[in-house]
């Protein structure tokens, strides 16, 4: 009967019950639609896969309207339960109420005797093993940023290096910004023009960042219109002696040559080689130690107040 999930959050890169309903959608062979949306109203028995503590109010009170005017015309899974009235009227308007753990089944069990008490798969839709390869690429930059173009250079530049490589992307945020769909499109943009050779790493601490850049062969950082001496993450890369892959203009930090510190993929027409990406790493650790570290921010400031 089921012909459509209902969900509310719909972004599997950002909700775990948005991942669980696309996976849920691909097995029962129907397709996920927001809750309340003109989609959703093309089918007859939507499943609606929720947790309502997650709605927002005006969204929870379209919610309440909605579960009374069809009963019986839904079934629910439940997500999470904490006993409002409003998961209650939801509960009771049902045809069928799933809860996918004992705790939820047993609270629940005294209004609807007939919940079927399931669980959730485990959801690693991508189970990728990492195999170690000639050369690595490490790039970490927030989700809004990939510079797409740049990356397809980069690919030209791997691929005529004649060695297996990897590329493992990891990503962050600003304030106010989200993977929205143009970051997924990006990505998966990314994931063919690398051939499936790229290995998506999501959020990472300081920690596994660190690892990263000491041990990847290059950090690659691209930006709309250069570096700028404010980009920590190459700052880092820099302090760690990796070999960093950018893009440079009039406005970049001075100090930077192209392979002499830094490669400058719009003047790069092949890749250094390991040995010489070792030096390009140490000669940009000893630049970033000597000029941008924070001793050498807290002198500036310094100065300036004794001024």
């Given at each position: 009967?089921?012909?459509?999930?209902?969900?509310?959050?719909?972004?599997?890169?950002?909700?775990?019950?948005?991942?669980?309903?696309?996976?849920?959608?691909?097995?029962?062979?129907?397709?996920?639609?927001?809750?309340?949306?003109?989609?959703?109203?093309?089918?007859?028995?939507?499943?609606?896969?929720?947790?309502?503590?997650?709605?927002?109010?005006?969204?929870?009170?379209?919610?309440?309207?909605?579960?009374?005017?069809?009963?019986?015309?839904?079934?629910?899974?439940?997500?999470?339960?904490?006993?409002?009235?409003?998961?209650?009227?939801?509960?009771?308007?049902?045809?069928?109420?799933?809860?996918?753990?004992?705790?939820?089944?047993q609270a629940v069990a005294p209004s609807r005797p007939d919940l079927v008490e399931v669980f959730c798969p485990g959801m690693l839709v991508n189970p990728q093993r990492v195999h170690r390869t000639e050369?690595?690429?490490?790039?970490?930059?927030?989700?809004?940023?990939?510079?797409?173009?740049?990356?397809?250079?980069?690919?030209?530049?791997?691929?005529?290096?004649?060695?297996?490589?990897?590329?493992?992307?990891?990503?962050?945020?600003?304030?106010?910004?989200?993977?929205?769909?143009?970051?997924?499109?990006?990505?998966e943009e990314l994931q063919g023009i690398f051939n499936g050779q790229v290995y998506f790493m999501g959020y990472l601490s300081d920690t596994a960042v660190f690892n990263h850049l000491?041990?990847?062969?290059?950090?690659?950082?691209?930006?709309?219109?250069?570096?700028?001496?404010?980009?920590?993450?190459?700052?880092?890369a820099m302090e760690c002696g990796c070999a960093v892959i950018t893009n440079l203009d009039a406005h970049s930090p001075a100090g930077l040559v192209h392979m002499k510190n830094v490669i400058d993929i719009n003047a790069c027409d092949r890749l250094p080689d390991l040995e010489q990406a070792g030096r390009i790493g140490r000669a940009a650790r000893e630049l970033a130690r000597a000029e941008y570290g924070w001793d050498q921010l807290v002198a500036q400031l310094r100065s300036v107040v004794r001024t």
């Open positions: 009967m089921i012909d459509c999930i209902a969900g509310y959050h719909l972004n599997p890169w950002t909700c775990g019950i948005a991942k669980f309903n696309g996976i849920l959608a691909q097995h029962l062979d129907v397709p996920v639609v927001r809750f309340g949306s003109d989609a959703q109203r093309s089918y007859r028995h939507p499943l609606l896969s929720i947790k309502v503590v997650e709605f927002a109010p005006e969204d929870a009170r379209a919610l309440d309207d909605w579960v009374v005017d069809h009963r019986g015309q839904f079934d629910l899974f439940l997500h999470g339960y904490d006993g409002a009235d409003i998961e209650r009227r939801a509960i009771a308007a049902a045809g069928r109420v799933y809860g996918v753990n004992r705790e939820i089944a050369l690595s690429v490490f790039t970490f930059g927030m989700a809004h940023k990939i510079r797409v173009p740049l990356y397809r250079r980069l690919r030209d530049l791997l691929e005529a290096t004649g060695k297996s490589y990897s590329v493992f992307v990891s990503t962050a945020l600003h304030e106010n910004t989200s993977f929205d769909d143009s970051f997924v499109v990006r990505f000491v041990e990847c062969t290059f950090l690659a950082a691209f930006f709309e219109k250069g570096l700028r001496a404010n980009n920590t993450t190459v700052n880092a």
